[in-house]
Nanobody, 118 residues
Framework: QVHLVESGGGLVQSGGSLRLSCAAS????????MAWYRQAPGKQRDLVAS???????TYADSVKGRFTLSGDTAKGTVDLQMNSLTTEDTAVYYC????????????WGQGTQVTVSS
């Protein structure tokens, strides 16, 4: 059984920074990709950034130039460095991982709250 454990959320003022971390525990990892999503109140869950097993990263337009994703899909770890935060970044952030085991399997963390105050 794979579990994704997130840490690093909290309250920060606009313009500040936070770093989110996610680590997988349980059985063998070797994920095909890992990612961070976020969901603001009353809105859908959106992709923030992702990393493939080859190291390629992608970012949502809204965070490009402010957020940096780093990680190792083989080790099951992924971090999200968030700079120049605005109130629009307030949301619950979820770590996600995708794994191929003769079918695609999606794993989700429980989420960590990020609140940016003005």
């Amino acid at each position: 059984q794979v579990h994704l454990v997130e840490s690093g959320g909290g309250l920060v003022q606009s313009g500040g920074s936070l770093r989110l971390s996610c680590a997988a525990s349980g059985n063998s990892h070797m994920f095909n990709s890992m990612a961070w999503y976020r969901q603001a109140p009353g809105k859908q869950r959106d992709l923030v950034a992702s990393i493939l097993s080859g190291g390629t990263t992608t970012y949502a337009d809204s965070v490009k130039g402010r957020f940096t994703l780093s990680g190792d899909t083989a080790k099951g770890t992924v971090d999200l460095q968030m700079n120049s935060l605005t109130t629009e970044d307030t949301a619950v952030y979820y770590c996600a991982a995708k794994q191929w085991r003769f079918k695609w399997i999606d794993y989700w963390g429980q989420g960590t709250q990020v609140t940016v105050s003005s």
